[in-house]
Every structure is written in structure tokens, then in C-alpha cells.
């Protein structure tokens, strides 16, 4: 069985940093991509960042560019998103995510497309 476990979410100023962790298990974790995604209250949940295999493309949603980076290790199996410079914008729960493809592609993180498995999320909250 597929299992993702996020870690790292929690409260923090606006211009502060933090760093999620996504542990997984059940699945050969090398030869699939990995993103994270989010939801914010009353908002769709949509793409943030997708880590490709190998040394494959790492891309990001605009929104996070030059202030999120993600990073995989192919030893732990596990994924993170290192998150600089946040802003009330950012606050939402957090999710990591299998993605069905050996390389990320930006219809990921503009649809959602790919999407294996979920994990069940972490909240940030970034304060003003």
C-alpha cells in the first residue's frame, strides 16, 4: 500500500521560512515523480512544485518561483519543499503527491494531471 506522511507544517511570520517533509513507503520511489500541491481555505487545491527522477526538471508554480525549492532523497525516500520568504498568501494545507511519470510536466502543477496518490496533508500558517 501506498503511504505518504507530511511533516514540517506549522505557524510561522510572514518572511519567515520553513522547511515539509513527505516520507514514503509502499511503492518504488525512484521511478516516480513527486510534486506538492496545496489548498487554502475556500480555495482549489493547485500545483506548487514537481521534483522530475533521476536528474530530471524540478519546476514550480509562478506563484512560488525563486522563494520554494524542492529536493528529493533517493536514500530516505523522501521529498521536501524548502519554503523561503513566505507571506500570508501561502498559508493552506499542504499535500505530496505521486506522480504517475518518470518526469514533471507543467499541466502537473497547472491541472493536477498524473496525480497516483495523495497524502493526507499539513498545515501552514503564515501570519501577517
Known amino acids: 500500500e501506498r503511504q505518504l506522511v507530511e511533516s514540517g507544517g506549522g505557524l510561522v511570520e510572514a518572511g519567515g521560512s520553513l522547511r515539509l517533509s513527505c516520507a514514503t513507503h509502499g511503492f518504488t520511489f525512484k521511478d516516480y515523480s513527486m510534486a506538492w500541491f496545496r489548498q487554502a481555505p475556500g480555495k482549489e487545491r493547485e500545483g506548487v512544485s514537481c521534483?522530475?527522477?533521476?536528474?530530471?526538471?524540478?519546476l514550480y508554480a509562478d506563484s512560488v518561483k525563486g522563494r520554494f525549492t524542492t529536493s528529493r532523497d533517493e536514500v530516505k525516500k523522501t521529498v521536501a519543499l524548502q519554503m523561503n520568504n513566505l507571506n500570508p498568501e501561502d498559508t493552506a494545507v499542504y499535500y505530496c503527491a505521486i506522480i504517475a511519470a518518470d518526469e514533471c510536466r507543467m499541466d502537473i502543477i497547472t491541472f493536477g494531471a498524473s496525480v497516483a496518490s495523495w497524502g493526507e496533508g499539513t498545515q501552514v500558517t503564515v501570519s501577517s
Open positions: 521534483i522530475s527522477t533521476k536528474d530530471g526538471p524540478a
